[in-house]
């Protein structure tokens, strides 16, 4: 079946660690996103990725770093200098083009200890 | 600054009643719009969306209105079901190759049996 899978569901992390989120699709998709959501707010974009090789920062890019070494996979690294990175993060993937849907992960949730 | 507003945080509707979530933007550039539903801890799923070209979209029990002088879109349900309760979503986009999509802050419905 064709989808977005992320990995791990639930991370816990000490603080001073940094930690990498996966995220994969088949759907073939050409841009892939990550976004951020805390708790009674809206969906914050972090990164995104219109092409391999290429991402561009979002609206809170701070202690995070991306990579699209790959077309399918667009793994979200957390670093140390995330403030406050307890959230639940979600990747996403659209076709490229006017009206195509943005389809999204299950998620994950990360909590630092 | 919010772009995309979702104005009430929470709404309760009877069962087998309308209900209307509404969605207002500031930005003029947006012409593609979307609705998502959400559960808690998975990954929000597309439920509609509408270009700039119409003022109105149906899908099923789904209908999304559009008004541009107003900048402002709602989601009509009708009926409601219990099923339907959820957080619900507004994102719009610039339509541009690749351009990101911007969420409003959501809106948790409640449909009472």
């Known amino acids: 079946d064709g989808g977005i899978t992320q990995s791990p569901k639930y991370l816990f992390r000490k603080e001073g660690q940094n930690v990498t989120l996966s995220c994969e699709q088949n759907?073939?998709?050409?841009?892939m996103y990550w976004y951020r959501q805390d708790p009674g707010q809206g969906l914050r974009l972090i990164y995104y990725?219109?092409?391999?090789?290429?991402?561009q920062k979002g609206d809170i890019a701070e202690g995070y770093s991306v990579s699209r070494e790959k077309k399918e996979s667009f793994p979200l690294t957390v670093t140390s200098a995330q403030k406050n990175p307890t959230a639940f993060y979600l990747c996403?993937?659209?076709?490229?083009?006017?009206?195509?849907?943005?389809?999204f992960g299950e998620g994950s949730w990360l909590t630092v200890v | 600054d919010q772009q995309v507003k979702q104005n009430s945080p929470s709404l309760s509707v009877q069962e087998g009643r309308i209900s209307i979530l509404n969605c207002d933007y500031t930005?003029?550039?947006?012409?593609?719009f979307l609705w998502y539903k959400k559960y808690p801890a998975e990954g929000p799923t597309f439920l509609i969306s509408?270009?700039?070209?119409?003022d109105k979209n149906e899908d099923g029990r789904f209908t999304v209105f559009l008004n541009k002088s107003a900048k402002h879109l709602s989601l009509h349900i009708v009926p409601s079901q219990p099923g339907d309760s959820a957080v619900y979503f507004c994102?719009?986009?610039?339509?541009?190759?690749?351009?990101?999509?911007?969420f409003g802050p959501g809106t948790r419905l409640s449909v009472l049996p």
């Open positions: 996403a993937s659209r076709d490229q083009g006017y009206g195509n849907t943005i389809y």
């Open positions: 759907l073939n998709h050409d841009a």
């Open positions: 990725s219109q092409i391999v090789n290429d991402f």
């Open positions: 930005n003029s550039m947006f012409d593609y």
């Open positions: 509408i270009s700039s070209i119409k």
């Open positions: 994102a719009a986009s610039a339509g541009n190759y690749g351009q990101n999509f911007v």
